[in-house]
């Protein structure tokens, strides 16, 4: 049953699928926008079996075992994520992980990033790995204090004080409904919407891995299967953070049958893609690392305070 | 017999000093005496851990006999209570394999024998002082201690900054232990006695002015020694200075020591914690300290004082952890204690072996050392994952527990002021991520300079300590229960529960009969808000693992697939890219790293810089100033 | 494989004719990107390497070695005319002569500059052999 879970349903398989549909409706859909007919939407999985098929080579200055096993590992702690997070209410190993857990279980796929970029050896991969960490520290204020506000804002409701527990965000929705009818959330989920494409990379705030300006940033001597596993890591990562945000914000849906619970919570998904990934990629340029810096520290951050602040009053 | 294993674990190590000083000039004999004194010191610890965590009992050992008569205590004693011992293990854990580390480490300077009867002296100096019951002997023991610390970071005197940093350590260490011995003075006089069993059931309701001073010198004293802020510039010239085993004493051990002299200060002898401001200020202090120290070690050039910042950071976190004054708060910080002592240990290892190796911390010079240094670039990074708190590693459990301790206690209080310190332990975490990747990048991956091509792997015998020290650090990380069972439970119930300590020490019944109550006991339960559950994740983690190895095996035949170069190949193809250009060293500078953060931060790092000038004078007048504003602080609130 | 080529270009001298060209290919007027093709930033993440302008002496050794770190299996497209033949540059003291005497050229797409649909069409070919080199390596 567990290597059902881990392989199939919610692990490996279905955030390999769910991911890569994402990346490729977003793809698809930043082309429609600027009038243009774009890939097609398994353009990804082409990408991915593609690259599965190419040579890797392991340059001379790179440490070898760091650079080869880096992206698995990112891989690893994504589909474990994936585990954790209730999709569509069910969770597959509820009371091993809480909000906390997921927290940093959601840097471990950036650090693995960050490590395959030290071992490439490359000088571009050394300045795209500040980037990315300079990036990290950015977003994870407000993502700290949007989670400490739901933890707070749940807690008052279940009568524990704070709880930062899944299970009970899920039975918190599901009896009161899902949490961004709070007016008192709406600031923290508009500033969720904001760290998404951060935590993804996609523009504005693709600083680390700015193609033109430093040749990829740390996947720069990455080629073959480690380099097939990094952009699934990418678009995993696109699903986890949707997943993320309605299981948070969006859940306390349930029509009885499970599949198309599934279904519904994967179109929801889509649908924050479009809302948070798509449309800022289409209609925004690359902002430098420390403007990222700033933006998060002051202008999102400020709104997860305000957040925390107005559920600290009780409203 | 068990009765007498306390003194013998102090005696062992100042025997072996003073027998290091006989023999010094044979290196095997002295090398001999030096490892069976640790490992005796160690071994007698050990001995203590049944009767005392398991079974609950405390020992009391009054020096030459001495009871106390007609209930008065007149002599020395050394108690060993649940408290005591867990600071006791983690002193003999961290000396032992520092000291073993020092043997290979040490091989290449001279006058040895000097260096290891301070060692001695030095591990002594904290093993009396964690061991002892009765005031003046933890004031003779810090007094040890001190210039046993301030003679090793002078030890290498030939290296630039040495002795300026020990005469810093000196001044700042005297200005802490003569705040200890005035503070105890003050006691004496007002109570004529030094035991602390005694002295806390007399200050019980009892407080006066002249003892509310008295426990603001003692507090900031001890305050000195656990290097906290504003305390703590002169911890990273100490800590840069000084041979790396011994920055793991200073760094680890020392600042474990003044935690445990402030634990039983407040905790027990005043019995205060109760008292919100007394927390807010301690909250205060460690939420400075975390953040300070961590800002301060992301613009730092060079290795060891960036890890001695992190330590002032990490012994913020402990602190912050103590002040809640909640049983959750006191579980964490003690937990971080030891994990902090385990993971900043093996840092400051990897740190001296990198010294060994290469002859420099300076991360603008150093790079791509793990090639050639593969071990040590692994070990490493399970420091850098521990401290940073990633799981399935010991920080993140202490850290976990911390984040649900002050949350907690801003619901218990409604005070939002808590929940912010959460907030800031989580960036903290963070920015202590990003720091000591910066670290790993300029350190042990990126590009190998010219001059590096030939370092060799560390030596065996200073493999050793460190990968035991990781070892513990993985287990700690993944057996948190048995950690909590046998070492921090016991502790925070020694800590919550004074009455047991001093029925233990001056016979039961006393408490009652002088102060006419029996004393309370604080809750020592308490509810987690999340759960946690390590080995199952990482059970999965490696099932997962498996899994993706099968399937990128299966996804292009990896073996076959994957080429590099012959070992002395000059084929291009596996030159690192560079638009075209041939191959040349440009290894971005450890300093230039993280550019866009300290730009935005540049108005607090340009203010942080002129603040911390290197005159001993400001950080002395530092200290003056935190005196007094707690003086008058304490004296507002009681 | 043939279904998600990825292009690097290299310009070895080029008057940036071709190179507009190529870069107007990725428009939304001819839009290769329906067709999988991305450009990358990195001759590792390759699969097709695009060359353009005649191979200039100081581009030579940049050109040779970049080359050399593409991954196999990979497909060479020379861009215009001068790779092809140095168009009117040749004998030039500086121009060291048309692309196949460095690497084995797949598709040649000659023009000065050629049309973004004789582009489209030589980068389609290249998919289509780059898919049989992938299968030749079977």
Same mark, same amino acid.
């Given at each position: ?13 279905f ?20 009038r243009?007919?774009?890939p097609p ?8 079996f593609?690259?599965? !098929?190419?040579e890797?080579?392991?340059p001379? @200055?790179?440490?070898?075992k ?11 702690s994504?589909v ?13 190993f ?8 997921i ?20 000088? /571009? ?18 993502l700290?204090?949007?989670?400490? %506000?739901?933890?707070?804002?749940v807690?008052?409701a ?10 009970e ?5 599901m ?6 009818s709070?007016? %008192? ?11 998404i ?7 504005p ?9 430093? #040749? ?10 480690p380099?097939a596993?990094?952009?699934?890591n990418h @678009?995993?990562? &696109?699903?986890i953070m949707?997943?993320l945000?309605?299981?948070?914000f ?11 619970d ?13 809302i948070s ?17 700033k ?21 | &017999?068990i009765?007498?294993?306390? $003194? ?7 025997l072996?000093?003073?027998?290091t000083?006989?023999c ?8 001999? =005496?030096?490892?069976?004194?640790m490992?005796?010191s ?5 001995f203590l851990?049944k009767?005392?965590?398991i079974?609950?009992?405390v020992?009391? /050992?009054?020096? !030459?006999?001495w ?7 007149i002599?020395? #004693? ?22 073993v580390?020092?043997f ?12 290891f009867?301070?060692?001695l002296?030095l591990?002594?100096?904290?093993m009396g002082?964690?061991?002892?019951g ?8 810090v007094e040890i ?25 000196l ?13 105890t003075?003050i ?6 006695t ?31 020694k656990?290097?906290?802020?504003p305390?703590?510039?002169?911890e990273a010239?100490?800590?840069a200075?000084?041979?790396?085993s011994?920055?793991?004493?200073i760094?680890?051990?020392l600042?474990k ?5 402030i ?8 019995r ?23 800002? &301060? ?7 060891k ?11 913020g976190?402990?602190?912050?952890a103590?002040g809640?004054?909640t049983a959750?708060g006191?579980t964490g910080?003690l937990?971080?204690?030891i994990?902090h ?37 692994a ?13 399935p ?10 984040y649900?301790?002050t949350?907690e206690k ?9 929940a ?5 332990a ?8 990003a ?29 050793i ?10 287990? @700690? ?6 950690m ?37 006991a ?9 759960y ?27 073996s076959?697939k ?34 866009g953060?300290?730009h ?5 790092f340009d203010?942080?810089?002129?603040a911390h ?8 007048l530092w200290?003056?100033?935190?005196l007094?504003? &707690?003086?008058?602080?304490?004296f $507002?609130? =009681? | ?5 990825w ?8 008057c ?7 870069v107007?290919?990725i428009?939304?007027?001819y ?6 093709f991305?450009?990358?930033g ?35 497209v ?13 004998? %030039? ?19 000065c ?6 582009i ?19």
């Open positions: 049953m567990i290597l059902f879970y881990v392989l199939i349903f919610p692990g490996f398989l955030c390999f699928i769910a991911g890569l549909l994402l990346a490729g409706i977003d793809r698809k859909l930043v082309a429609r926008m600027q243009r007919i774009g939407i398994l353009q990804p999985m082409y990408d991915f593609k690259l599965l !098929g190419k890797t080579i392991v001379r @200055a790179a440490s070898r760091t650079f080869l096993i880096a992206s698995t590992i990112g891989l690893a994504l474990a994520t994936a585990l954790f997070i209730p999709i569509a209410g069910f969770s597959a509820a009371g091993v992980a809480d909000i906390i857990v927290l940093y279980l959601l840097t471990i796929p950036a650090v693995s990033l960050i490590l395959g970029g030290a071992a490439s050896g490359s000088p /571009y991969a050394g300045v795209g790995i500040s980037r990315e960490m300079v990036a990290l520290m950015s977003y994870e204020l407000p700290v204090i949007i989670l400490l %506000s739901i933890g707070k804002a807690g008052n279940m009568g524990g004080g704070i709880t930062f527990s899944f299970t965000i899920c039975a918190y929705q009896s009161f409904g899902p949490i961004i709070k007016w %008192s959330m709406i600031p923290a989920a508009i500033a969720m919407l904001f760290v494409p951060c935590e993804i990379g996609s523009r705030f693709d600083i680390a891995e700015a193609e033109t300006e430093i #040749c990829e940033g740390p996947l720069v001597e990455y080629s073959g299967t380099l596993v990094f952009n699934l @678009a995993i990562k &696109m699903f949707t997943a945000f309605t299981s948070l969006l859940g306390g849906f349930s029509t009885g049958i499970f599949a198309l599934v279904l519904i919570f994967f179109v929801i998904c889509v649908a924050i893609t479009v990934i798509t449309l800022l990629r289409a209609v925004t340029a690359r902002l430098k690392v420390e403007q990222v810096f933006f998060y520290w002051s202008v999102v951050s400020g709104l997860a305070v305000l957040s925390l602040i107005l559920v600290w009053l009780g409203l | &017999m009765q007498h294993f306390p $003194i013998l674990a102090i005696m062992v190590l100042f072996g000093a003073f027998l000083v006989l010094g000039k044979n290196k095997v004999l002295r090398n001999i =005496v030096v490892f069976a004194a490992l005796a160690s071994v007698f610890i050990a851990i009767p005392i965590m079974d609950g009992e020992i009391t /050992y009054w020096l !030459g006999n009871s106390p008569v007609a209930d008065y205590a002599g020395i #004693c050394l108690v060993v209570d649940q408290l005591n011992l867990f600071f006791a293990i983690l002193v003999s854990v961290a000396v032992l394999l520092a000291g580390f020092s290979k480490y040490m091989s290449r300077d001279d006058t040895l024998e000097k260096y009867t301070l060692f002296m591990s002594g100096g904290v002082l964690v061991l002892s009765d005031l003046f002997n933890m004031f003779i023991m201690l001190t210039f046993a610390a301030v003679a090793l970071t002078a030890f290498r005197n030939r290296s630039e900054g040495a002795l300026e940093a020990a005469f810093k350590y001044v700042i260490g005297v200005i802490g232990s003569s705040c200890i011995l005035i503070g003075t006691l004496y006089s007002q109570f004529h030094l035991n602390l069993a005694q002295l806390s059931v007399l200050l019980h309701n009892n407080l006066q002015p002249a003892t509310i001073l008295a426990f603001t010198l003692l507090l900031t004293g001890f305050a000195v656990a290097f906290v802020v305390f703590h510039p002169v010239d100490a800590n200075a000084a041979p790396s011994v920055s793991v004493i760094s680890c051990v600042t020591a003044g935690i445990y002299g634990i039983r200060i407040v905790y027990f002898l005043f205060s914690m109760n008292l919100a401001p007394l927390q807010f200020i301690l909250v205060l202090i460690g939420t400075l300290s975390m953040f300070i120290g961590v800002t &301060m070690a992301l613009a730092q050039k060079d290795f004082r960036l890890l001695a910042f992190h330590s002032i950071s990490q012994v976190y402990v602190m912050t103590i809640l004054a959750l006191v910080g937990y971080h204690a994990n002592t385990l993971f900043k240990g093996l840092l400051f290892l990897c740190a001296g072996a990198v010294f060994y190796a290469t002859g420099t911390t300076n991360l603008d010079k150093l790079g791509g050392l793990a090639k050639r240094m593969p071990q040590t670039a070990l490493f990074l399970i420091g850098a994952f521990s401290i940073s708190g990633l799981p590693f010991n920080g993140f459990v202490s850290k976990w527990l911390i649900q301790a949350y801003a619901v218990e209080f409604g005070n939002i002021g808590y912010f310190v959460t907030i800031i989580l960036v903290v975490s963070v920015m202590t991520l720091s000591f990747i910066k670290v790993s990048q300029s350190v042990f991956f990126g590009q190998l300079p010219d001059e590096f091509k030939e370092v060799r792997e560390t030596p065996v015998p200073m493999r300590p460190m990968w035991i020290m990781a070892a513990l650090c993985v287990g @700690a990380g993944l057996l948190p229960q048995y909590m069972r046998y070492l921090i439970n016991p502790a925070v119930y020694a800590v919550m529960n004074v009455g047991n300590y001093i029925g233990s020490v001056m016979g039961p019944g006393y408490a009652e009969k002088i102060a006419g109550q029996t004393v309370e604080y809750s020592s339960e308490f509810a987690l808000a999340g946690w559950s390590p080995i199952s994740w990482l059970a999965l983690f490696a099932i997962i693992i498996c899994a993706f190895f099968i399937v990128s095996l299966s996804g292009g035949k990896l076959k994957i080429h590099s170069d012959s070992p002395s190949g000059l084929d291009p193809k596996y030159d690192t890219f560079f638009s075209g250009e041939a191959n040349e060293h440009s290894q971005v500078g450890g300093s230039d790293l993280f550019w953060f300290k935005n931060l540049r108005h607090y203010f942080m810089h002129n000038s290197g005159v001993i004078s400001d950080y002395a200290a003056f100033c935190f007094s504003f &707690m003086i008058v602080y304490l $507002i609130i =009681v | 494989m043939s279904k998600s080529p292009i690097y270009h290299i310009n070895t001298g080029s940036n004719g071709c190179d507009i060209e190529l107007s290919v428009t939304p007027r839009d290769a990107e329906r067709l999988g991305k450009l990358t990195t001759p590792r993440h390759a699969d097709i390497v695009v060359v353009s302008g005649p191979i200039t002496a100081q581009s030579k050794d940049r050109l040779v070695r970049t080359l050399a770190q593409i991954p196999d299996p990979k497909v060479v020379s861009l215009g005319s001068c790779p092809r033949s140095c168009n009117v540059f040749k004998g %030039s003291y500086s121009v060291e002569g048309p692309l196949d005497k460095f690497v084995h050229v797949d598709v040649s797409v000659a023009g500059p050629p049309k973004p649909e004789a489209i069409d030589g980068l389609a070919l290249a998919a289509q052999i780059m898919k049989q080199k992938k299968r030749g390596q079977k």
